[in-house]
């Protein structure tokens, strides 16, 4: 017997060099691609829904940017409200005029709306049916005041708005049923004949103007009893001072009832729009995060299952003198990259979404990289969680026990 | 001297239920031995296998491995010890499908700390050894039988490990694959291994140069032990001659080899736990 040898020091485990880890982590997936690939489908579904949602509002919020720095974010409107007494308000008429008396007053337009004018296809039209159209006289500066466009035929000019000539919104030109402008194209305005010059296209800032007919000033007041007290002040001022004028609009337009009028910023109420939508926006990422959430225990599921299948293979690897700590790796490794696959499969779809819902909608295709970075971070989150119990469990098989199984 | 491969003293395993699967066993191995562990299921042959591959651990009694002291050291050190020393072969192979000969091979080096064209030239070197040199790039399932438990002990001895434990190397084999597996193992220990076979065909037990017989988790004989008795297979195969089947012996068959060797032992029966003396092999 030899059994007075002095003890040897106990020998160390060599250590794994990463390349070696991931490459015995994919050889895991390799030997079952059908089933890998269907867990990772499971996180790619999930990450492409949340990087979709994010990816669709960012978009639509890049689109937002963009009209509103070509429209301006300086536009404020003066509308009169109502009297106390629950009557409808006026602004005086030479509102218009004090307004631009205002220092950082670039510019100011007004339209007032012709009460009791309705509007018609032809004289055929039963009365009752106006369409829900209201006549405005308008000033021949409104188009750049508001940022409208025409979409076809012509703005009101100096000559036109003296003449029985009409521009629609783009939703009146709808229900009226008038395609494009013509000098051949009429509609009856307040039991006139008006020749339809123009159609605008929508006008983002003013709404209102949409479901308007517009009639020059001059032409309102002689032939449809217009009595001259605007309705709506639109107000380009330096964006520096908005506030201050803000502030005086409403004294200024209306100085005997200041408490009559509302003063409003039209790029505000979009941006609440976009806000409003955001909070949708919540909703669907919520979704999406419950189904990362499915595909992380799909990839739970599809581990738990290999090593319970894998046993005889954990005996070996641990025969071969694989510690514990290389087994979990292992699995850890392999739930890692199965997540990760997944996980930058769904970014690549999400971004496709994307780019597809944005081009059809004629937006910017914007994808945040934090959404991107977001996505892959809850992946490997995922992939971290969802491997770490099948791996100490089969780190903890002991390997007499694991190279028993079949 | 060099120190013994394999050293139990009084080596007991029990398990939880009051099964014992080892019973004070004592063996001694020496470098360089090729030796076979024989004996019926549930003889305790692969608890005793499990125990000096590190697999499992001894409820008590000592076991030394290469001169380390197996109970003492961590999970960490005998998973050191089994990459660099200890080389397993098994009766069913345990090789990866879908995977070459070349990395099923080079994957047994994964734990040695080596990189992998280290391991792959290692690994197609022992291929070569086994005479595989010409199917490195084939998968198991390309390869028959005896050329996979080929891969497989290829896989063992790739890290040069100094003990091969083969657990029924030929037990899923025809006889004439088995036969070269066996021509295989006896050059490895020609070269330097020692290597311990357990089996339950008596032809095969009786073909190595120590026979240790095991029954009821007790070693019942060993070839070494008694001087008076040659180490020579011929005896083995003469006094089984008449009941020998041809197929591996039914695990409770009566005339066992194990069993009937030592009956015509003219030194008796050697006490269960008795240390063999190894300079006898």
Not at chain 1, 179 to 201: N, S, W, Y
Not at chain 1, 342 to 351: E, I, R, S, T
Request: aromatic residues 2%.
């Amino acid at each position: 017997m030899a059994a007075s040898r002095t003890e040897r020091p106990e020998p160390a485990p060599a250590r794994m060099r990463p390349r070696d880890v991931l490459r015995v982590g994919a050889a895991g997936l390799r030997t079952r691609p059908l089933r890998a690939f269907l867990s990772a489908l499971g996180v790619a579904i999930g990450i492409a829904a949340t990087v979709g949602v994010v990816g669709v509002s960012s978009s639509s919020g890049a689109e937002l940017d963009r009209t509103l720095s070509a429209l301006g974010t300086n536009l404020l409107t003066v509308s009169s409200g109502r009297t106390l007494l629950g009557e409808e308000a006026e602004m005086p008429p030479d509102a218009e005029a004090m307004i631009e008396r205002i220092g950082p007053v670039e510019s100011a337009s007004a339209v007032g709306r012709v009460d009791g004018a309705q509007v018609y296809r032809s004289e055929e039209i039963p009365e009752e049916q106006t369409g829900g159209i209201s006549v405005y006289a308008a000033r021949a500066d409104l188009l750049a005041a508001v940022g409208a466009t025409v979409r076809s035929g012509v703005w009101l000019d100096g000559a036109t708005l003296r003449h029985p000539a009409v521009v629609l919104g783009a939703t009146a030109a709808r229900r009226l049923g008038v395609g494009a402008a013509g000098p051949d194209v009429q509609v009856v305005v307040g039991g006139e004949r008006f020749t339809v010059v123009g159609v605008l296209d929508p006008v983002p800032l003013a709404a209102e103007l949409d479901a308007a007919a517009l009639v020059g000033w001059p032409v309102a007041e002689e032939v449809l009893d217009f009595d001259g007290h605007p309705t709506i002040l639109y107000t380009r001022c330096e964006e520096a001072r908005l506030e201050a004028v803000r502030e005086v609009l409403a004294a200024t337009a209306s100085p005997e009832a200041p408490n009559e009028v509302e003063v409003s910023r039209p790029s505000d109420a979009l941006a609440a729009k976009q806000a409003a939508g955001r909070a949708f926006t919540g909703l669907l990422l919520g979704v999406g995060g419950v189904a990362l959430l499915v595909g992380g225990v799909g990839v739970a599921n599809t581990m738990v299952v290999s090593v319970l299948e894998r046993r005889a293979e954990i005996g070996l690897r641990r025969s071969l003198g694989a510690t514990r700590g290389q087994i979990r790796t292992q699995f850890l490794a392999e739930s890692l990259l199965l997540s990760a696959l997944g996980g930058a499969g769904g970014v690549l779809l999400g971004a496709a979404a994307t780019t597809g819902y944005a081009l059809q909608a004629g937006w910017p295709v914007v994808v945040p990289a934090w959404a991107t970075a977001g996505g892959l971070a809850a992946t490997l989150a995922i992939g971290a969680l969802a491997g770490l119990y099948p791996a100490v469990r089969a780190a903890r098989l002991s390997p007499t026990e694991a190279l028993a199984a079949p | 001297m060099t120190p013994p491969t394999v050293s139990l003293v009084d080596v007991s395993r029990t398990y939880p239920g009051g099964v014992t699967a080892l019973a004070g066993v004592s063996l001694e191995i020496a470098r360089g031995e090729l030796i076979a562990i024989a004996g019926p299921s549930g003889s305790g042959k692969s608890t005793l296998l499990n125990v000096i591959g590190t697999l499992d651990r001894p409820t008590s009694g000592t076991v030394r491995i290469d001169g380390y002291d197996v109970p003492a050291l961590s999970d960490r050190g005998l998973s050191a010890l089994r990459a660099t020393t200890i080389g397993f072969v098994f009766q069913h192979f345990h090789l990866a499908d879908r995977v070459t000969a070349l990395d099923n091979v080079a994957g047994g080096l994964l734990y040695s700390g080596l990189g992998r064209a280290e391991r792959r030239r290692r690994a197609a070197a022992a291929l070569e050894r086994v005479g595989l040199g010409h199917r490195l790039d084939h998968e198991p399932h390309e390869l028959s039988g005896g050329e996979r438990q080929r891969v497989a002990i290829a896989r063992a001895v790739a890290g040069d490990p100094p003990l091969l434990l083969a657990d029924e190397p030929t037990g899923a084999l025809d006889s004439v694959s088995g036969a070269g597996v066996m021509e295989l193992l006896h050059d490895l220990n020609a070269s330097g291994t020692t290597i311990v076979i357990i089996t339950h065909d008596r032809e095969i037990a009786a073909s190595l140069p120590r026979r240790v017989g095991m029954r009821d988790g007790r070693i019942v004989s060993d070839s070494a032990a008694d001087p008076s008795h040659p180490s020579h297979p011929s005896d083995l195969t003469r006094s089984n001659q008449p009941t020998r089947p041809t197929d591996p012996s039914e695990p409770t068959d009566p005339s066992d080899p194990t069993g009937s060797t030592d009956s015509g032992d003219s030194g008796g029966r050697p006490a269960a736990g008795a240390v063999p003396g190894s300079e006898a092999a």
